[in-house]
């Protein structure tokens, strides 16, 4: 109430790489996890049950299939191409084009309750989502940025113990690389676009650049073509000399005017590593990938021309060499590489990276791959290195030998899984400054002594609000309040309702997810490959239930879609080849039946009708459909929708997601895969035609990929759908769509879903987290008549009371030349103790009666027989669903002995 009286007041005054863990590795000798904080148990005893799992399958003679990079990259550009195979940068500009135009022309207006206010951030904000770049002010150690891959550049100003997001709207979130400009810190550079291969991955938008130390970037409209930029190189002693590592337009880029202009000085398929030697400006290294070979390049010309390095690392083979460097800087001349193709071992050159010598014995590397590689040296000390991969390693030798110095897994305080970046504080000296920042698919970590952490103590978190997780899917229940959705290598996370925190369910990389409306502490999820796990306690832990799934772990998408049946929550249906079902899903053991055998092509999407079971469809990885309306049979009958032959409605593209009109069951939405024209169609016949649902123009959904559908529970008009450049509404159906920059703004969003038993819309990104906007149509509604004047009874009307907005009450009929009030209250029913309505009889005004209680009151004269009132809503969410009344007075002479006459009352609910 407190804040509907500011807006009172206002009135007055002026009229928001995935977990791979290995297999049966034991704790490091000296580090037992009984030395690890108490806190911790939970998600070591998640990833043992993986580890579990995986030793079961192996001991059945079953092969494991566990999550990888690879299998990643290759479901997710499944997705993202057309029926042609099509996908480019071009596509996906498009898109994003599209969206700014809508962005644009909707500034102003909140179409179906998503607009410039409602949306809440959810988090998780104790968890961090895969980060490859952070750059630390030398002259402010406490003030740094970091890239999120999916999310964005976020900055600290206390040393890494908070964070905030610089800007939702920069026009690329998929920050893969940051780069500082020695001696002048307010000038950085953004490198966008993650070309290191893996699925997930998605495309940049060339560099951006800061010259205010991260407040705000601009697009370096001279690279606004590049797809994926790695790295960006700063030469020491020239601000102006940069070098960028690409991997479209492919190899390495050179500017000598700080970014304005560039050429390409080495061409390449890609290149994954530049940097320059730090004690020498005309000296820089690169790893270039082409021909299917990783090799060192060298430079003595500041990078105008290169050298490929004339012994050991000259060809490394496949994708898996990936070659990490790095300078010692206390050393001229020396440098060291980790070299993915060998496991990591650790390769040394003395002569600035001409020729090379292994270091590291055969079978004692770090695991280092073409996903996870990055490799440190002491800028005082050139024998002290550290190097990551799954885990972080340390040398005190060279790199002779190599010691595992973290354990860490999802939610602990030890270094998250996937190594990616290592970067020392500025004023590291090797005495008095040892402090080491560590960067990984889980966020942000910090040793304070690089020479004493071990893989039992020395570590510390520092992704507290660095709310950037990237979720496959999502669900959450609106009477429990709890959210719980499957992530990028963060596992199944669960939110309890009001809280930001979130708790470890499952381990690996999760999926699908979905909550039992009935009794909330049944949660569903997923590992990859239709590995289903079950949570019985609220989502504090979880195991397997997918016993009976015999294509489980291996005929199955990477990620596999999974529903629970909105008309049984015993009922759980999973998508692999074929499509399975449970209908005891809270048993103790549960029992799976096939329902729809595989047709060549995995399983993608399902639906079941709400309010009747019987009808399901399924979509697939090539396009085709297929329903049936008797699908809680024994052995359901399938009809094909799309076959991709006789029957073919549809184009051929991946089915992202089909969702059945609650109202209706022969209406279906069916969302599509691809950057392309119209993924959004829609049937009223049951599958025998198909409408476009697109739209055109600035109200037009973009050509992208449609992840997720929603359909409002009481507004069957009201259309929602995640796309991989955000968050788009329909208000009439599909006919015109919009979208803002505030919430989830230009971010991948795999779903968008309701919560069971509210108007709260949840939003998954895949690297801004989860977010929520509960969905209430604003309103006015009369009620009670106004009395009867000399030109006829008095009508008090107002423009719908929506967040952030203004709100006009306008009151017609009244008689000409004389004052008139509109009184605006809190309350229908008292005023001042008074009961409400208020008969006004005794005071001379027969028939007429005060209506709401008189919390202020705005009067003036008015000479046109009409009286008008603006005041501010206010913005904050907390206040939708918040109710305002109001009613008019006017002085009529002729009307009756006192000579006064009121309006009609409204009353008015604040909505989005």
């Known amino acids: 109430m407190h804040r509907l009286l500011a807006v009172a007041a206002a009135c007055a005054a002026a009229c928001s790489g995935p977990i791979t863990p290995p297999v049966g590795t034991a704790p490091p000798a000296g580090s037992p996890e009984s030395e690890l904080p108490a806190a911790d148990a939970p998600s070591y005893a998640a990833r043992d049950a993986i ?53 644009d022309h909707h500034e102003s207006i909140d179409d179906a309750g998503i607009g410039r206010y409602g949306w809440i951030e959810r988090g998780p904000s104790n968890i961090g989502g895969r980060t490859r770049s952070l750059v630390i002010d030398p002259a402010n150690s406490n003030h740094m940025l970091a890239g999120a891959v999916g999310g964005g550049v976020w900055r600290s100003t206390n040393g890494g113990t908070g964070w905030t997001a610089v800007d939702d709207r920069l026009g690329n979130l998929a920050v893969c690389s940051l780069a500082l400009v020695p001696g002048t810190p307010n000038v950085i550079y953004a490198g966008t676009g993650e070309g290191f291969y893996n699925g997930d991955a998605i495309l940049g938008r060339g560099i951006y650049k800061s010259t205010d130390g991260g407040t705000s970037f601009q697009s370096l409209a001279s690279t606004a073509t590049w797809s994926y930029v790695n790295r960006i190189a700063v030469a020491p002693g020239n601000p102006n000399l940069l070098l960028a590592a690409t991997r479209s337009p492919g190899g390495i880029q050179r500017s000598t005017n700080g970014g304005a202009t560039w050429t390409l000085v080495r061409s390449a398929t890609a290149c994954m590593q530049v940097l320059f030697d730090p004690n020498d400006g005309n000296k820089c290294l690169a790893d270039v990938y082409e021909s299917s070979v990783h090799r060192v390049v060298y430079s003595t010309n500041g990078g105008q021309t290169w050298t490929n390095a004339a012994t050991g690392l000259t060809g490394q083979s496949g994708l898996s060499g990936r070659i990490e460097l790095a300078y010692a800087r206390s050393a001229p001349g020396t440098v060291y ?31 280092a791959a073409w996903y996870y590689n990055t490799l440190w040296v002491d800028p005082t000390d050139a024998n002290l290195l550290v190097t990551g991969a799954y885990h972080l390693y340390k040398s005190t030798d060279g790199g002779l030998t190599l010691t595992r110095i973290s354990n860490g897994y999802i939610n602990t305080s030890q270094p998250h899984p996937d190594q990616h970046q290592i970067v020392a504080d500025p004023g590291f000296d090797g005495t008095t400054n040892r402090r080491v920042y560590v960067t990984n698919d889980g966020g942000i970590y910090v040793t304070n002594d690089i020479r004493a952490a071990s893989s039992s103590s020395g570590w510390s978190r520092r992704e507290q609000n660095y709310r950037s997780v990237q979720f496959y899917g999502a669900a959450g229940d609106g009477t429990s309040g709890r959210i719980t959705g499957g992530t990028q290598d963060n596992g199944h996370l669960t939110l309890q309702a009001g809280s930001s925190t979130a708790s470890l369910t499952y381990g690996g990389d999760g999926g699908f997810a979905a909550i039992d409306w009935s009794n909330p502490n049944y949660i569903y999820g997923e590992y ?53 079902q449970t209908t005891a899903a809270r048993a103790g053991t549960v029992a799976w039946t096939a329902i729809k055998p595989a047709v060549g092509s995995n399983i993608s999407a399902i639906a079941v009708a709400p309010g009747n079971p019987a009808v399901v469809w399924v979509g697939h990885n090539d396009g085709r459909i297929y329903k049936t ?77 449609v992840n997720g559908i929603a359909q409002h529970p009481s507004l069957p008009d009201r259309l929602y759908v995640g796309t991989d450049v955000g968050v788009f509404a329909s208000q009439d159906g599909g006919v015109h769509w919009s979208t803002s920059n505030d919430g989830p703004a230009d971010v991948s969003v795999d779903e968008v879903v309701f919560l069971h038993n509210s108007t709260t819309l949840l939003a998954a990104t895949h690297g801004r987290g989860l977010w929520t906007i509960t969905i209430r149509e604003p309103a006015v509604t009369s009620y009670g008549p106004g009395c009867a004047g000399t030109p006829g009874t008095p009508v008090l009307a107002a423009t719908p009371p929506r967040l952030g907005s203004t709100v006009t009450l306008t009151c017609t009929n009244l008689l000409p030349n004389q004052l008139g009030w509109i009184v605006i209250g809190f309350s229908m029913l008292t005023w001042n103790g008074t009961p409400l309505p208020m008969d006004l009889g005794p005071l001379g005004m027969p028939g007429c009666f005060a209506r709401c209680s008189v919390d202020l009151s705005v009067g003036s004269f008015q000479t046109a027989g009409a009286l008008q009132l603006s005041f501010p809503m206010s913005a904050d969410p907390a206040t939708l669903g918040s109710l305002l009344f109001a009613q008019a007075l006017g002085l009529d002479p002729g009307a009756n002995t006192f000579g006064g006459v009121v309006s009609n009352a409204l009353a008015l609910t604040a909505g989005n």
């Open 629 to 705: 309306a008797d699908g809680t049979a024994a052995s359901p009958t399938w009809f094909a929708v799309d076959d991709n032959g006789t029957a073919n409605p549809l184009p051929n593209r991946y089915v992202q997601r089909i969702v059945i009109d609650r109202t209706n069951s022969n209406t279906v939405f069916v969302g599509l895969g691809g950057f392309s024209p119209d993924n959004l169609r829609k049937t009223v016949n049951g599958g025998a035609t198909f409408v476009d649902l697109t739209g055109s123009g600035a109200t037009g959904l973009p050509d992208a990929p």
């Open 337 to 367: 590489a980790s070299c993915g193709t060998d496991g990591g071992l650790i390769w040394r050159s003395t002569d600035g990276g001409a020729n090379w010598t292994v270091r590291t014995p055969a079978g004692s590397g770090s695991g």
């Open 51 to 103: 580890r579990a799992r995986r030793a079961a399958d192996a001991a059945a003679g079953k092969q494991p299939v566990t999550g990888s990079p690879d299998a990643a990259m290759r479901w997710r550009v499944e997705r993202w191409r057309d029926e042609h195979g099509r996908y480019d940068q071009a596509m996906v500009e498009s898109a994003r084009a599209q969206r700014a135009a809508n962005v």
């Open 528 to 580: 990859v490959y239709a590995q289903v796990h079950r949570s019985t306690n609220g989502g504090s832990s979880a195991s397997y239930i997918d016993g009976g799934i015999s294509e489980a772990g291996s005929s199955a998408n990477f990620i596999a879609p999974l529903l629970l049946d909105p008309n049984n929550p015993q009922r759980l249906l999973v998508g692999a080849a074929s499509l399975w």
